[in-house]
């Protein structure tokens, strides 16, 4: 269910898109503003997926106050006047309110809004499957599982060889990151290994050759692989 807000300088109007919000089952109105400076530093401590956005604000426009936010969150702007709609399609905004505006108008926005928002985390749901975001001493990577050749531990931090590129090590311990990945692509074979079973090139004497690279196999690991291989092969 997407977390709503909306900012008008009307507490009226305000009043009137929360019971609209109320009355549609895809939406949770989380708090109205008058004034935007309140608003900014709600959205920046609380995640929200849409905002109700009035142009016409006292202390700085509805454009303006969206163009500073941290983030972006769904936009429809609701007002009085038509000349900002070209600055709304600039801005993507979902939908164009003009006041007075109906129930019913109000509901087609809003089912505009929930699409959009279904699809967005549809796509974000399959992205998490291709891609890791992990910590390094420098930041956040994010790493394509697809070019994973195998992964390797090091005390407190893995080291992951990628197809390709320079290793990465990251601040992960080997459960961890075996919990964020694909686990019908990769296998634990080894206390200190993690791989990636479509990279196996060959499998001779408890050592599993990858990219040049021969990896042990853990003698707890061993029956695993084997029913994995058996089963994926």
């Known amino acids: 269910m997407m977390k709503a807000v909306a900012v008008d300088d009307e507490p009226l109007a305000l009043g009137l898109i929360e019971t609209f919000c109320k009355n549609n089952n ?8 008058t004034k935007t400076a309140a608003a900014f530093t709600f ?7 849409l905002i109700f956005l009035d142009i016409n604000m006292p202390a700085v426009s509805g454009i303006d106050f969206y163009r500073s ?23 993507n905004a979902v ?3 003009l006041k007075p505006f109906t129930p019913k108008r109000f509901e087609t926005a809003l089912n505009k809004a929930t699409q959009l928002y279904k699809l967005i985390h549809q796509s ?6 291709k891609y890791l975001m992990l910590k390094a001493d420098y930041g ?42 694909n686990t019908t692509e990769f296998i634990r074979v080894h206390r200190s290994y993690i791989i990636p079973i479509h990279r196996i090139e060959s499998v001779k ?5 990858i990219a040049g690279e021969e990896i042990p196999i853990g003698k707890n690991y061993e029956e695993a692989l084997k029913n994995y291989i058996k089963d994926n092969l």
Do not use: C, W
Request: proline share 4%.
């Open 26 to 33: 895809s939406v949770l109105f989380e708090k109205g503003f």
């Open 43 to 49: 959205i920046e401590k609380n995640p929200i997926d």
């Open 69 to 91: 936010l941290p983030y972006k969150p769904l936009l429809i702007f609701t007002t009085s006047y038509t000349e900002y709609a070209i600055e709304s399609y600039e801005l």
């Open 95 to 97: 939908d164009y309110l």
């Open 124 to 129: 974000a749901a399959a992205d998490d499957v």
């Open 140 to 181: 956040v990577i994010k790493i394509k599982q697809s070019e994973i050749l195998f992964i390797e531990g090091l005390d407190n931090y893995l080291k992951i060889h990628l197809l390709g590129q320079s290793p990465v090590v990251v601040r992960i311990t080997m459960k961890a990151l075996l919990d964020k990945l």
């Open 205 to 209: 004497q408890k050592l599993i050759s």
